[in-house]
């Protein structure tokens, strides 16, 4: 492990725990150096970004499918069973004329991680294509969509609380259904996606060009 | 003089002189790269305690409550879990655990451990690691998504059930803001250079 001082000249790499911008003597990309002040390892760019992202995309693509055909959960209230997916669920939503509660479900569980893996995609095929297109607006983009990306956990929160909650017999009870493992699964794959796609090589392409 | 860098472009800066509460923004980019903000410690630290506070009864007290033809239920944070354990579904009890109980937790006890030695000037070995772990965790904690999860439960019950809100809810609804509040108040650079001085 190597220790690195502060000049000012030469290339320079930033310590993505602590932000601390260091100055090192040559290339780091094959060698392990630990940051000055926090000691996490240090890499000018997050190592197989691509390979890794799309990786993990393709897996929750995967998971989207079954998260979304199977049920989440299953309602028993007295004695009268229902099943439901996470669109159904939406769907009765609006038949019982809960309309912003529906929107919500439906924009946060439908179409958030839906949008998240298609946003992430386009990102990495911008990047593999050296694309020139607006950086800014990428750059913007890739911010907004690991924000959100959290949201599509409501589904499954909501099954949590009523299971916890409805445990009256046959008169009143819930179960949990295959899907929301998927589902979860979908939201843990799209958030170590957003992780391990390296914002920095949107600017790579543009700089390659300006020299 | 010292040099800042953005983390989403690349771009390595001098570093600007920002007022108080006022922030640095990446030229090419448009990404904040930091917040300045002197008392960063003392406010964190004060709302990291508040959080502690309300995360604890969060936690111990009931969320919903639900009764249906004299029947009473309720559900804290914790039965939702082993709920879950218990019908044989692990790993989604298991992601539920962390995102709602073990991450904010861990990150209000790290806070903890890391802040209260510096304001108090004593020194810390490990917490430049508890500082880290902050960082990486913070992407991990969904109380926010959780409460609105707790409310689309309720009205689906509202109509079949009497359905009352617990003292945890409301616990829960103070904490985000609060936890909110600590961190857009921490200015991690400034705690990063103090944790440094005291090596």
Known sequence: MSQVVLPVEGPHVQCHTCNLVMSIPESIQDEHWECARCHSIVHQRKPNSIARTLALLIAATICYVPANIYPIMEMTSFGYKRSDTIVSGVLYLFIDGQWPLAVVVAVASVVVPLLKIVVLFGLVISVLRKSQWHPQDRAKLYRVIEEV??????????????????????????????????????????????????????????????? | MRLIGCYECDGVAEEP???????AVCQRCGATLFRRQRETVAITLALVIAAGILLIVANAFPLLLFELQGQQTSATLISGVLSLWAQAEYPVSA??????????????????????????????????????????????SMMEVFLIGVLVALVKLTEQAEMTLGIAFWAFALLIPTLAGAIAFLDAEIIWRKLEEGQ
Do not use: C, K
């Open chain 1, 149 to 211: 990306g959290r949201w599509s956990m409501v589904d499954v929160y909501v099954v949590t609380i009523l299971v916890a909650l409805v445990h009256l017999g046959s008169l009143a009870s819930v179960e949990v259904e295959r899907g929301a493992i998927f589902f979860g699964a979908v939201v843990v794959l799209t958030l170590l996606a957003a992780q391990s796609f390296d914002p920095r090589l949107i600017w790579d392409q543009i700089e390659d060009e300006n020299e």
């Open chain 2, 17 to 23: 002189l920002v007022p108080n509460g006022g922030s």
């Open chain 2, 95 to 140: 992601l539920v655990f962390l995102t709602t109980i073990f991450a904010p937790m861990s990150q209000v006890a790290l806070l903890l451990y890391v802040l209260v030695p510096i304001y108090l000037g004593w020194r810390n070995p490990w917490a430049i690691v508890a500082f880290r772990w902050v960082e990486i965790l913070r992407p991990w």
